[in-house]
Nanobody
Framework: QVQLVESGGGLVQPGGSLRLSCAAS????????MAWYRQAPGKQRELVAT???????NYADSVKGRFTIWRDTPNNMLYLQMSSLQPADTAVYYC?????????WGQGTQVTVSS
């Protein structure tokens, strides 16, 4: 069974940084598109950043210049470096990946930005 497992969330003060990780495990051929989404309380899930297998990247306007997405394709890992965090970034962050053309989601990791 293929799984995505996120890690790295936590509590951070405004202006701080966190790095999220997502590991794809199990038996599969290839991971294609990977992405980070987030969902704040009472709000819809929103796209944070995507990265294609060939490396093309897109960011939501709200995180451009503050967040960096990258992937370790041989090891099926996805990362999100978050800097200059603001209270508005508080949310559950989810890893999403196209694994052998199946869309899979992780269980989510909580990020709380508060003083």
């Amino acid at each position: 069974q293929v799984q995505l497992v996120e890690s790295g969330g936590g509590l951070v003060q405004p202006g701080g940084s966190l790095r999220l990780s997502c590991a794809a495990s199990g038996s599969f051929f290839a991971v294609y598109r990977m992405a980070w989404y987030r969902q704040a309380p009472g709000k819809q899930r929103e796209l944070v950043a995507t990265i294609l297998r060939e490396g093309r990247i897109n960011y939501a306007d709200s995180v451009k210049g503050r967040f960096t997405i990258w992937r370790d394709t041989p090891n099926n890992m996805l990362y999100l470096q978050m800097s200059s965090l603001q209270p508005a970034d508080t949310a559950v962050y989810y890893c999403d990946a196209d694994v052998d053309r199946d869309d899979l989601w992780g269980q989510g990791t909580q990020v709380t930005v508060s003083s």
